[in-house]
């Protein structure tokens, strides 16, 4: 009987601090998650280098798309210090629908369509997309999950419920060859549209935009340094393969504010790289995503695909982790609904 007694009194404290264990972690989760979705931080526009305490939204659960890229460079055992759970372990996920988000404007799954003898771009490869081609000589279909040969674009828009994201690139598609209510339908509806190359065409007209066309090619500057381009100085010059077509707003006709991200160097106004909301959706226009943004290839600093939303070093699976989740808003060209959640487990001590 002392036997068992004293081993049903060990139990009963391991459960006791268990207990209590899991009760202190819940108490710290619970207030790091309402502190990063509450606040913009220590500075208030912290970079990796400056950052005293981490803050991730500039309104309450509005996480800023920018200061969730430059989390990225912050060191993974620093995390759980700025996030405010000291000695603890931490990781901070983004996700939708259990799958963690991407810093990237594209959302899956993505149509991609072309016409031309074009290469793949690298951004789509391990993403869930599909491939509408329609050229002389079909080219590889790489990793797509579905791909249609001589494809027109209205079978894009026939499809246009399987998607989040629509790719047009260099088709130079005009009005009549393409169901323009539908694609209007499809980004008022919430939906992405990136268009690259020649796309006066299509946009012009049709999405309350004006454009300009060049005989030559241009440079630009880059107006804008955050969560669309990055790890380049805002003023740098952007060189591009070819570009020559632009964008602007004309808001004294009723035209829709655009967000210029790269402009022409000789007509600030005009976006080589810009985007604007339609409806429920917004439509991007890249000139041409092979550039080099003040000596930075596009590869590492274009963010179309992005990198996973998940920060921190991830728990062993013997680890005793508590859980909190909030829903909040993603904010960059547009806002996006997700789900934040921050682990915090054992200490680092």
Not at 28 to 36: K, N
Not at 93 to 107: A, E, P, Y
Not at 302 to 331: H, K, M, W, Y
Request: glycine share 10%.
């Amino acid at each position: 009987m002392f036997v068992l007694s004293s081993s049903m009194l060990s139990d009963m404290q391991r459960d006791a601090q268990g207990s209590s264990m899991r009760t202190s972690l819940a108490a710290i989760s619970s207030a790091a998650a309402d502190s990063l979705l509450r606040s913009p931080g220590t500075p208030v526009d912290w970079t990796n280098a400056s950052v005293e305490s981490l803050g991730l939204a500039d309104e309450p659960f509005v996480l800023n798309l920018t200061k969730l890229i430059r989390l990225r460079d912050v060191q993974s055992q620093d995390v759980s210090w700025l996030a405010g759970v000291g000695r603890l372990n931490a990781s901070l996920n983004i996700t939708r629908n259990g799958t963690t988000l991407r810093s990237g404007i594209l959302r899956e799954p993505i149509a991609y369509f072309s016409t031309g003898d074009v290469d793949i771009p690298p951004y789509l490869q391990g993403m869930a997309w599909d491939y509408y081609w329609n050229g002389a000589v079909p080219p590889e279909w790489l990793d797509s999950r579905q791909h249609y040969d001589g494809a027109s674009f209205d079978e894009v828009l026939e499809n246009r419920d399987a998607y989040y994201s629509i790719i047009v690139e260099d088709a130079a598609l005009s009005n009549d060859a393409v169901n323009i209510s539908a694609l209007q339908d499809f980004v008022s509806d919430g939906g992405l549209l990136l268009c690259e190359g020649r796309c006066a065409g299509l946009l012009g007209d049709n999405f309350s935009v004006s454009y300009q066309t060049y005989g030559v090619d241009r440079i630009g500057v880059l107006a804008e340094n955050g969560f669309l381009i990055y790890g380049a100085s805002t003023g740098a010059p952007v060189l591009f393969a070819s570009a020559r077509e632009g964008f602007y707003s004309n808001e004294s006709r009723g035209e829709a504010p655009m967000r210029v991200h790269v402009s022409d160097s000789v007509n600030a106004s005009v976006a080589l790289i810009g985007a604007w909301e339609y409806g429920n959706g917004v439509i991007y226009y890249v000139a041409d995503a092979d550039a080099s943004f003040g000596g930075v290839p596009a590869s590492q600093s274009l963010n179309l695909r992005g990198f996973p939303l998940a920060f921190g070093n991830q728990p062993s699976g013997d680890a005793n982790v508590f859980v909190t989740r909030r829903p909040c808003l993603i904010e960059g060209d547009f806002r996006q609904p997700a789900l934040f959640e921050i682990l915090v487990w054992g200490s680092n001590a």
